[in-house]
């Protein structure tokens, strides 16, 4: 078995759950932030939704530069209802899968680097960034939008196993 099909199962699984997170954001609400160093619940959907597009710039590229010297920063997005955080999330998802699958013991074993105006962050084997900067990173942000979810009185859906709100 491969790297790629080995973790698929896991993949599949870690996404479901956040779509479940991300069907629970109410619009109404984007504003609204914990404090004013976190981000806005607009600010984390849309970021969470995002996350998966990661998975073709981790194992299709060698290096990304996360904040290119000489370039603009790219204009907020607004999220305008759900159901289109919802299909962002969606396509991120069907392209990462693919991604995946198509991506070779040998590629999954090759470094690769964050870089931050020219600089390196770090370097890592594209599994590993796989795993910890795009995986762990989704199920980071996906619980912290659950605490979103329950300091606004809307019901945590179950990830892991039953919340207060889902037996």
Same mark, same amino acid.
């Given at each position: 078995?491969?790297?790629?099909?080995?973790?698929l199962?896991? @993949?599949?699984q !870690?996404?479901a759950m956040?779509?479940?997170?991300?069907e629970?954001?109410?619009?109404?609400?984007?504003?609204?932030?914990?404090?004013?160093?976190s981000y806005?619940?607009?600010?984390?959907a849309?970021?969470?939704a995002n996350?998966?597009?990661?998975?073709?710039?981790?194992?299709t590229?060698?290096?990304?530069?996360?904040n290119p010297?000489g370039?603009?920063?790219?204009?907020?997005?607004?999220?305008?209802?759900?159901?289109?955080?919802?299909?962002? @999330?969606d396509?991120?998802?069907? !392209?990462a899968?693919m991604v995946?699958?198509?991506?070779?013991? !040998?590629?999954?074993?090759?470094?690769?680097?964050?870089?931050? =105006? =020219?600089?390196?962050?770090?370097?890592?084997?594209?599994?590993?960034?796989?795993?910890s900067?795009?995986?762990?990173?989704?199920?980071h942000?996906?619980?912290?939008? =659950?605490?979103?979810?329950?300091?606004?009185d809307?019901?945590?859906?179950?990830?892991?196993?039953?919340t207060?709100d889902?037996s």
């Amino acid at each position: 078995m491969s790297i790629a099909q080995s973790l698929l199962p896991e @993949f599949d699984q !870690e996404m479901a759950m956040t779509r479940t997170i991300l069907e629970s954001v109410p619009t109404d609400r984007n504003d609204w932030q914990p404090h004013p160093k976190s981000y806005s619940m607009e600010k984390l959907a849309l970021h969470l939704a995002n996350l998966p597009s990661w998975t073709r710039l981790t194992l299709t590229v060698d290096e990304f530069d996360m904040n290119p010297t000489g370039e603009e920063p790219a204009p907020p997005r607004m999220l305008t209802t759900t159901e289109a955080l919802l299909a962002e @999330f969606d396509k991120n998802v069907a !392209e990462a899968r693919m991604v995946i699958a198509a991506t070779t013991d !040998e590629t999954m074993f090759t470094d690769w680097s964050l870089l931050s =105006g =020219g600089e390196t962050v770090f370097t890592a084997p594209k599994v590993g960034v796989l795993r910890s900067f795009v995986m762990n990173h989704i199920v980071h942000h996906r619980a912290q939008l =659950g605490v979103y979810l329950r300091l606004n009185d809307i019901p945590v859906p179950m990830t892991y196993g039953p919340t207060a709100d889902f037996s």
